[in-house]
């Protein structure tokens, strides 16, 4: 009886393992692992080598790029569903020449994103109390290139290539870490950080190019680019992932925005810390959306890779913000080098739960564009403007701050789950008929 239920253990841990799910958020996870643990380095030395004032300039245009970087998950929620498309149905001239137009068009778009930060580095600069304009501009050319180097990822991750993804990530983290010591010792504070970022992208642009001149540009034959099938699943999904990001980035710009710069740059290192969450739970919804677009053109079952994704992300996210609450002080020492930033130890905890609900949405999220269930977007667009109003009416704390976007993330919970719910419930109805 031992022997037996052993052996049925063993296959179905091997069932698991073997999981297209399971494998490629193994492969995804080691190599975004791997460079948000080079990131974390990053950040520490920043966090120790820069003033506290320095520190917060750094963390409100790291959550600037952020924000203004969210378009590029919309350019990869469309790229990643109409490529993932075109090669499961064999059609591999289609996919070649969506790539290739979609590479214009965003390059177009990355052009004219960095004169707007051009043009409006003063505006910017004054709302978030920084002197140097430079600042901003290389802001504004950080995005430019983000804008441009996530055409190639989102290929490659439709083509399910996460060993490769995973090295390219490594790669241009190990440049991101270096080039910013380097540059942050030879004295150039902020400056360094940003160049860092920017190298990132870089390196990641140009990696992309290599494997997809073999696999792609070979197919050259022109067909029409479906503008408006793009277009009305782009602006709702654009809304969406605009929406979510704001969710996490909106809190620690209006932290700078209301609170002391010493107070902003503590809530910074606390942001940091408490994203390690995301770091670990986000490559679960990147592998699983593009397995379920594949069965979902097929008209194929899809709910068990859905459900095996939500255990994991629960499971992880639970997993760290439980350590959140047990050893606040210790977590931030090894991260933040503790100095004042264990002023900010109890918050740690709460900020776990935050993340951990937004990494829960973020897979719902994930879920329902697979499906193209595209109408869940203006929810959130709600639910994103709710917390910016929620916050700028009641910041009088630190603890408040992080209530109100635990609020407007388990609200957006509830009512994606009880959509769900309803979207089960006529599809069984309709299987009956």
Not at 226 to 234: G, M
Not at 373 to 391: C, D, H
């Amino acid at each position: 009886m031992f022997l037996s239920k052993l052996k049925q253990s063993l296959t179905l841990i091997k069932r698991i393992i073997s999981h297209d799910l399971v494998g490629g958020a193994f492969f995804i996870f080691l190599g975004t692992s791997a460079s948000s643990f080079l990131a974390f380095i990053l950040n520490l030395f920043l966090a120790r080598s820069l003033t506290y004032s320095d520190y917060g300039i750094f963390t409100s245009l790291l959550s600037l790029i952020t924000l203004f970087t969210i378009p590029t998950l919309s350019f990869n929620t469309v790229i990643l569903r109409f490529i993932s498309k075109y090669f499961a149905l064999n059609e591999s001239e289609h996919a070649s020449y969506f790539y290739k137009r979609i590479l214009f068009y965003i390059g177009i778009l990355s052009i004219s994103v960095f004169i707007l930060f051009f043009f409006l580095s003063r505006f910017i600069s004054d709302f978030l109390k920084i002197s140097d304009t430079r600042l901003i501009i290389l802001t504004g050319l950080i995005v430019a290139v983000s804008y441009i180097s996530v055409v190639n990822t989102s290929v490659l991750q439709s083509l399910l290539r996460f060993k490769l993804m995973s090295f390219i990530s490594v790669t241009s983290g190990v440049i991101k870490l270096f080039g910013g010591i380097g540059l942050v010792y030879l004295g150039y504070k902020v400056f360094g950080g940003l160049w860092a970022i920017f190298f990132m992208y870089f390196i990641t642009l140009i990696l992309g190019f290599f494997p997809l001149k073999r696999i792609i540009v070979k197919h050259s034959e022109k067909v029409k680019f479906p503008h408006k099938e793009v277009f009305v699943y782009a602006l709702p999904t654009s809304i969406a992932v605009i929406s979510i990001f704001s969710l996490i980035s909106s809190d620690v710009i209006l932290v700078k925005h209301f609170f002391p710069a010493d107070v902003a740059g503590l809530y910074g290192g606390l942001s940091v810390v408490g994203k390690v969450i995301f770091f670990f739970t986000a490559p679960i919804p990147s592998v699983m959306f593009p397995l379920l677009v594949k069965r979902h053109v097929k008209s194929e079952s899809f709910n068990n890779i859905f459900y095996l994704a939500l255990l994991g992300v629960l499971t992880l996210s639970l997993g760290i913000t439980l350590l959140y609450f047990l050893f606040p002080n210790f977590i931030i020492q090894f991260f933040l080098g503790g100095r004042e930033y264990l002023k900010v130890s109890g918050y740690l905890g709460l900020f776990g739960l935050y993340i951990s609900l937004f990494s829960v949405l973020n897979l719902l999220i994930s879920f329902f564009l697979s499906i193209k269930k595209t109408e869940i977007s203006y929810v959130l667009l709600v639910g994103a403007i709710s917390q910016i109003i929620l916050i700028y009416f009641f910041h009088s704390s630190l603890f408040q701050v992080i209530g109100m976007s635990m609020i407007v993330c388990g609200l957006l919970i509830i009512l994606l789950l009880l959509y769900y719910a309803k979207f089960i419930l006529q599809d069984k109805s309709q299987n009956n008929r």
